[in-house]
């Protein structure tokens, strides 16, 4: 069966373009119709071996001074167990910027109470307390983004 020149010169420019927008060096195509062959003929290329690049010196760096070192802390260590926080998200005090804060430093906490929130995707996070005790500290400032195990209040 003929074809057409004009259909194989065709088919063959379009392979061309597509060669020199795609960077390749050969092109083979075959189908029912006709078969294309475009560029030198090569055997499959191997990926070079890798170069063997000379080590740079290694520059010289000069000795660090030491610090002095901060004498013993005569402060007690602080005590009470850390609340840290369960996902990364956004700090909240309260229930919204309306409402009071659900603890404040010196208030007693229950297992099971509401300490805060932690936004994350557009989720509200209600986190309680896995402890008996008084706040003693909150670590964070409300509308802070925290991240995942930050510590965020201390009840002792």
């Known amino acids: 069966m003929q074809y057409e020149h004009n259909e194989l010169l065709g088919a ?33 290329m191997m990926p ?3 170069m063997q690049m000379p080590y740079p010196a290694v520059p010289q ?3 660090v001074q030491q610090a002095a070192v901060p004498a013993p802390s005569t402060e007690c260590p602080k005590t009470g167990n850390i609340v840290s926080s369960p996902i990364v ?6 229930p919204s910027p309306e409402k009071p804060a659900y ?27 896995e402890y008996d005790g ?11 983004t925290v991240e995942f195990g930050e510590p965020i209040m201390r009840i002792e």
């Open 103 to 129: 603890v404040t430093i010196g208030k007693q906490v229950h297992k099971g109470d509401v300490l805060f929130i932690i936004e994350s995707m557009k989720l509200m996070n209600e986190v309680t307390s």
């Open 89 to 94: 998200g956004t700090f909240y005090a309260a």
């Open 61 to 63: 760096i000069p000795p």
């Open 134 to 144: 008084v706040v003693a500290e909150i670590l964070v400032n409300d509308g802070e």
């Open 12 to 44: 063959a420019k379009e392979y061309i373009d597509l060669m020199k927008e795609s960077g390749l060096g050969y092109f083979r195509i075959k189908n029912d119709k006709f078969e294309i062959e475009l560029g030198e003929k090569q055997h499959p």
């Open 48 to 50: 070079p071996p890798p």
